[in-house]
């Protein structure tokens, strides 16, 4: 009879235990250049590629082709964008976010997507000299 009346309690523990937890709510980062940064890169080796206006600029990292960069600020960066040319490999540095379309389509598919796209707040962009 004590054994029954102590797998009963233990069944109860087992499921009460879960409900009494407090399991907490990790907040999900807000999209969009100026929201949450997800991450810091620095000097990142990128083929960088930006039409004849500088009012869109983008970039791939090199280790890492399954990602997509999308610059908040292609017009600051003008002047520093105006000494290469489209495609070539730069370093880029900057605060990341994540790209809101990319976000809400990524919530949507019941499988991981490997690719991702994120908005990035340029902060330097330069060549990397290293063997010239």
């Known amino acids: 009879m004590i054994v029954k009346i102590f797998r009963r309690l233990l069944i109860a523990i087992i499921i009460l235990l879960p ?11 807000r ?17 960088v590629y930006f039409n004849e206006d500088y009012t869109t600029a983008q ?20 002047s520093k964008l105006a000494d ?14 994540w790209e809101c379309n990319y976000l809400y389509q990524a919530s949507s598919y019941t499988y991981q997507m490997y690719y991702k796209v994120y908005m990035i707040q340029v902060t330097d962009i330069s060549t990397n000299l290293y063997g010239k």
Request: aromatic share 12%; charged share 20%; glycine share 10%.
């Open 31 to 47: 999209c969009g250049c100026g929201k949450d940064i997800l991450f810091d890169l620095t000097k990142e080796q990128a083929k």
């Open 19 to 29: 409900l009494m937890m407090d399991m907490g709510c990790k907040k999900q980062a």
């Open 59 to 78: 970039f791939s990292p090199v280790n890492n082709s399954y990602a997509t960069y999308y610059f908040c600020n292609p017009g600051e960066m003008k």
């Open 84 to 97: 290469f040319k489209s495609g070539d490999l730069l370093q880029v540095s900057g605060h990341v976010y």
